[in-house]
Antibody
Framework: QVQLGQSGAEVKKPGSSVTVSCKAS????????FNWVRQAPGQGLEWMGG????????NYAQKFQGRVTITADKSTNTVIMELRSLRSEDTAVYHC????????????????WGQGTMVTVSS | QSVLTQPPSMSAAPGQKVTISCAGG????????VSWYQQFPGTAPKLLIH???KRPSGIPDRFSGSKSGSSATLVITGLQTGDEADYYC??????????FGGGTRLTVL
């Protein structure tokens, strides 16, 4: 059974960058889509983008284009999300989530979720 | 403002049935499968329903999903106090993005 373990909470200054990692254990890493979904305090779910490790390239929500980079390291089964030019509105819990649909750039389901990483942006 | 529209809150008594709606459009629900997630405070979402109406193993058959046109529905029967949580619908949108509903907070009175 696949499990996703994420890095710990971060506190960042406005204008800086944050990197959150997500390590997958169990299952085949390369062929599935790994995505980042964030949730601001008291708010709903928001998809940021995803990557299929076998292909390397990622796709991003238009809102985050140019500000986020999602990469995958097949040697360590780890997915990394970097968000730049942080602002207070980026304060949220960031979840990585796997789609069970192999080689699928258009996921409509996420079956395994990481525990979430709280990122606080404050001066 | 979420692309998919859900009622912000619903409530029902234990043992009753609740129906949570999720309204979208032709570019999302109308042309892609819908999933539903359950989320308790401080925890990650959990997959309840995928492909409109399929339950992952371990999900009780009290939870069921359906889709008609550009709308989807989650039905929970035999409500239990442990079902009190937030529920989200989600799908792919042809604008090249995953979209979610704003979430429905279910209270079991």
């Amino acid at each position: 059974q696949v499990q996703l373990g994420q890095s710990g909470a971060e506190v960042k200054k406005p204008g800086s960058s944050v990197t959150v990692s997500c390590k997958a254990s169990g299952g085949n890493f390369s062929i599935y889509s790994f995505n980042w979904v964030r949730q601001a305090p008291g708010q709903g779910l928001e998809w940021m983008g995803g990557v299929i490790p076998m292909f390397g390239a990622a796709n991003y929500a238009q809102k985050f284009q140019g500000r986020v980079t999602i990469t995958a390291d097949k040697s360590t089964n780890t997915v990394i999300m970097e968000l730049r030019s942080l602002r207070s509105e980026d304060t949220a819990v960031y979840h990585c989530a796997r789609s069970p649909q192999q080689y699928n750039w258009s996921p409509d389901v996420f079956d395994v979720w990481g525990q979430g990483t709280m990122v606080t942006v404050s001066s | 403002q979420s692309v998919l529209t859900q009622p912000p809150s619903m409530s029902a008594a234990p043992g009753q049935k609740v129906t949570i709606s999720c309204a979208g459009g032709s570019s999302n629900i109308g042309s892609h499968f819908v999933s539903w997630y359950q989320q308790f405070p401080g925890t990650a979402p959990k997959l309840l329903i995928h492909d409109n109406n399929k339950r992952p193993s371990g999900i009780p058959d009290r939870f069921s999903g359906s889709k008609s046109g550009s709308s989807a529905t989650l039905v929970i029967t035999g409500l239990q106090t442990g079902d009190e949580a937030d529920y989200y619908c989600g799908t792919w949108d042809s604008s090249l993005s995953v979209v979610f509903g704003g979430g429905t907070r279910l209270t079991v009175l």
